[in-house]
């Protein structure tokens, strides 16, 4: 079972950039799932929610406005649309999934698959 992101890169500040989430292996049909990003010498933090039927979405502060998470069931795939993007966005983007609703809140005890994190640099 693996959850592969991608679409990471370095943009200009102001820009926009997609960041995907396969799953592979299994189906993440029935899965919560959500983005978590990590800066150098930070901890991993919450960045946006899912739950399993695409019903329920959460932001984090920082992003709300600006940030849109979907995912498509049939493509076993999650998405993280950004725009607006700030220098202070610059960070590892990890997806996860987890088989109960604690995710929706940014809690990871529970995340059952972490992705490998896809790098997004955001340069002046």
């Known amino acids: 079972v693996q959850l592969q992101a991608s679409g990471g890169g370095l943009v200009q500040a102001g820009g926009s950039l997609r960041l995907s989430c396969a799953a592979s292996?299994?189906?993440?049909?029935?899965?919560?799932m959500g983005w978590f990003r990590q800066a150098p010498g930070k901890e991993r933090v919450f960045v946006a929610s899912?739950?399993?039927?695409?019903?329920?979405?959460r932001y984090s502060d920082s992003v709300k406005g600006r940030f849109t998470i979907s995912r498509d069931s049939a493509k076993n795939t999650m998405y993280l649309q950004m725009n607006s993007l700030k220098l202070e966005d610059t960070a590892a983007y990890y997806c996860?999934?987890?088989?109960?609703?604690?995710?929706?809140?940014?809690?990871?005890?529970?995340?059952?698959?972490w992705g490998q994190g896809t790098q997004v640099t955001v340069s002046s």
């Open positions: 996860a999934a987890s088989n109960t609703a604690d995710i929706l809140f940014g809690r990871t005890a529970s995340v059952n698959y």
């Open positions: 292996g299994r189906t993440f049909r029935g899965y919560f």
């Open positions: 899912i739950s399993w039927n695409a019903g329920n979405t």
